[in-house]
C-alpha cells in the first residue's frame, strides 16, 4: 500500500513538473512570436489552457505602455513555432489577437456615443472578430485595418421583449444602421439583442441591414419572435 501511494505522488509529481515545464516553453514561443512581430515591448500575464491532451496553449499578454489591455497568443499543444496559418476559406491569419482587440476596442469608442445619441434606456455595443488577418500591422489606422477585418457589431439593450414598441424599435435599428454606413464603416452582420426574461435573450441578426427599410425590419422581428417565443 505504501509502494502505491509513493508511486502515485510520483507520477502526479511528474504529471505537474511537466506541465510546468510545457507552460514555460509556449511562454517562451509566444514571446519570440511577438518580438518578432512587433516593435513595441509586451508584458507577459498568465498563461490557461483546458485540461485536456490536445488542447492548446493560451498565453496571455498586455502591451507594457496600455497594461489595461489583454491579448493572447495561441500556441498548438504540440508545442511547434507559432507562425501564419491558412483557414478554410484561403485567407492567412496569425496566431495573436492583440491588433484585432485594438480595432474592437477603438471601433467601440467611436460608436458607442453615437449610439446612445439614437436609442433611450442602457444600452452598450461590442465589437467582434474571430481570426486576426495576415495583412495587419501595427502602423496601421483604424480605417485602413477594417479593409481587412470581418466583423460583427453587437448592441446589447436590457429591454424585455415583450414589452417593446417594436415600430419604435425598427425605428431605432434603421437609425443606427445609417449611422454606421454614414460613419463608413462596413460590419458583416449587425446584432439586436433583448431580453426574453432575466435568464433569456433573443437575437435579431442583419446581414444584408444596408438594404433594410422599416417595414423589413418590423418583419424579420415578428417572424424571429414567433419562432423564438414558442420555445421560451
Known amino acids: 500500500m505504501i ?12 504529471c505537474i513538473s511537466c506541465a510546468m515545464t510545457n507552460r514555460i516553453k509556449a511562454r ?11 516593435t513595441q515591448e509586451m508584458k507577459y500575464r498568465f498563461t490557461w489552457r483546458i485540461l485536456a491532451e490536445s488542447s492548446n496553449y493560451h498565453v496571455i499578454f498586455s502591451p507594457k505602455n496600455n497594461p489595461k489591455i489583454f491579448f493572447e497568443v495561441t500556441i498548438f ?33 467611436d460608436l458607442s456615443s453615437k449610439i446612445q445619441e439614437i436609442w433611450d434606456g442602457s444600452i452598450s455595443c461590442l465589437v467582434a472578430v474571430d481570426y486576426q488577418p495576415f495583412e495587419l500591422n501595427e502602423h496601421m489606422e483604424l480605417r485602413e485595418m477594417e479593409l481587412y ?9 436590457k429591454l424585455l421583449i415583450s414589452k417593446i414598441d417594436k415600430e419604435k424599435e425598427a425605428a431605432n435599428m ?26 433569456n435573450n433573443i437575437y435579431f441578426r442583419f ?18 419572435m414567433r419562432r423564438e417565443m414558442s420555445t421560451n
Open 28 to 38: 517562451q514561443l509566444a514571446e519570440g512570436y511577438l518580438q518578432q512581430r512587433y
Open 3 to 14: 509502494v502505491k501511494k509513493l508511486l502515485l505522488c510520483f507520477v502526479l509529481v511528474f
Open 174 to 199: 434603421l437609425a443606427i444602421f445609417k449611422m454606421i454606413n454614414d460613419s463608413g464603416y462596413n460590419p458583416l452582420i449587425i446584432s439586436f439583442r433583448y431580453k426574453i426574461n432575466w435568464n
Open 149 to 157: 477585418i470581418e466583423y460583427e457589431i453587437f448592441i446589447y439593450t
Open 207 to 224: 446581414e444584408n441591414w444596408h438594404e433594410l427599410t422599416l417595414s423589413n425590419i418590423i418583419e424579420a422581428m415578428k417572424q424571429k
Open 77 to 109: 499543444s504540440n508545442l511547434s513555432e507559432p507562425r501564419e496559418y491558412m483557414r478554410y476559406d484561403g485567407r492567412y491569419f496569425v496566431p495573436d489577437d492583440y491588433l484585432i482587440t485594438l480595432f474592437c476596442l477603438n471601433l467601440k469608442k
